[in-house]
């Protein structure tokens, strides 16, 4: 089996980082949380950032098994089925919130009109390709536009530094504000169960491990300022701009002779949502694959296909449906598999330590 290496494995973890944070979460948490918002983006990271050393530990322990073999030799079949339909609709959801809100940006800033179908034929075969051509195919993909959208995220950062900014107001929410925003956004994070999920195909030789803490914390480091850049350009109506990245180049978009810039945004919004879309769907196939060992990646991919097209005219249709959604029942799932899978393998690791420690033990 061809793997990937941990810098492609770090670019993965990097677009999975971005999803669901740069267009409309700093709106969406302002309206709870103000600029405090910001404190709550780095208690959420804080919690994902634990699920790393977990899975650095139990790829050492494991390094060439797969995550379904783990959990069905410990936990058992069915209970392996439910936690992997769990994850399969955590993906799911994942991958219809992302293309809801870009679509959303895509058809104010661009189209003006529904673009539905046009979107749909743009991007579905294009997803569909990666899942079949497999993970070490769309990672390399990644890599060779990596450089390319992380000059345009920084380019949309420096640039709002020429528009009035200033200080944001902060320790202006309550507590129960502060946990609110805690619960109601859990659902855009979990950003690390990716890694466990392709555990089996990924190569980390002694030493490279420390390079997935440094994309991690790079990616993170790049939301904050996003955050901190937004709330400092709009300190009063922070909860009306609904994309991010794109808004902090409002003002600026005529720059000189240079014409328009928040062309950059739109490019680099549309390669990280493509790249967010292959890595969630081809999460959904692997999961649905797992479920279904009789079946085919073929079988996933329409399945995905007919349920997303049919969830469109549910939710995207109606995109305060899905946003609603996903702040106040997808958090239960979210919790699930951002917090409770993990503390699950983490106990498998605590046990085997002791086994491993009881058998060396005896030995002496």
């Known amino acids: 089996m061809k793997k990937i290496s941990v810098r492609q494995c770090g670019m993965i973890i990097v677009m999975c980082i971005f999803a669901n944070k740069i267009l409309l979460m700093p709106s969406l948490m302002y309206q709870q949380t103000s600029a405090d918002s910001i404190f709550v983006l780095i208690t959420l990271f804080l919690l994902d950032f634990v699920m790393l050393p977990i899975f650095i530990k139990l790829k050492e322990s494991y390094p060439d098994k797969k995550l379904y073999d783990i959990l069905k030799d410990k936990l058992g079949v069915v209970i392996t089925k439910i936690i992997y339909i769990a994850m399969l609709c955590f993906f799911f959801f994942k991958c219809l919130l992302v293309f809801s809100v870009t679509y959303v940006y895509f058809k104010q800033q661009i189209y003006q009109d529904e673009f539905i179908f046009m979107a749909l034929i743009a991007f579905l ?76 195909r990924i190569e980390i030789k002694k030493g490279q491990a420390k390079h997935l803490y440094f994309y991690s914390i790079f990616a993170m480091i790049l939301v904050v300022i996003l955050f901190y850049l937004f709330y400092a350009k709009y300190q009063i109506t922070a909860f009306m701009h609904n994309n991010a990245l794109a808004d902090l180049l409002v003002f600026s978009v005529q720059f000189n002779a240079i014409g328009r810039l928040d062309i950059i945004a739109m490019l680099t919004i549309m390669f990280i949502t493509l790249f967010q879309m292959e890595i969630f769907n081809y999460a959904f196939c692997d999961c649905f694959v797992n479920i279904f060992p009789l079946l085919n990646k073929n079988y996933s991919i329409v399945v995905f296909d007919i349920l997303f ?53 005896n030995f002496v």
């Open 125 to 200: 075969p294009v997803i569909n390709h990666a899942v079949i051509s497999g993970v070490r195919a769309f990672s390399r993909t990644i890599e060779l536009f990596f450089g390319v959208v992380i000059a345009g995220f920084i380019v949309c950062l420096v640039i709002s530094l020429f528009t009035p900014i200033s200080t944001p107001d902060f320790f202006i929410s309550s507590g129960k504000e502060f946990f609110s925003a805690l619960y109601n956004h859990i659902f855009a994070f979990g950003d690390f169960i990716i890694l466990f999920l392709i555990m089996d």
């Open 309 to 361: 097209c049919i969830l469109y005219y549910v939710f995207i249709g109606r995109y305060e449906t899905m946003v609603t959604s996903a702040l106040f029942w997808l958090p239960y799932l979210a919790i699930v598999i951002n917090y409770l899978l993990p503390i699950v393998l983490l106990v498998i690791l605590i046990i085997r330590r002791r086994k491993i420690e009881k058998k060396d033990k």
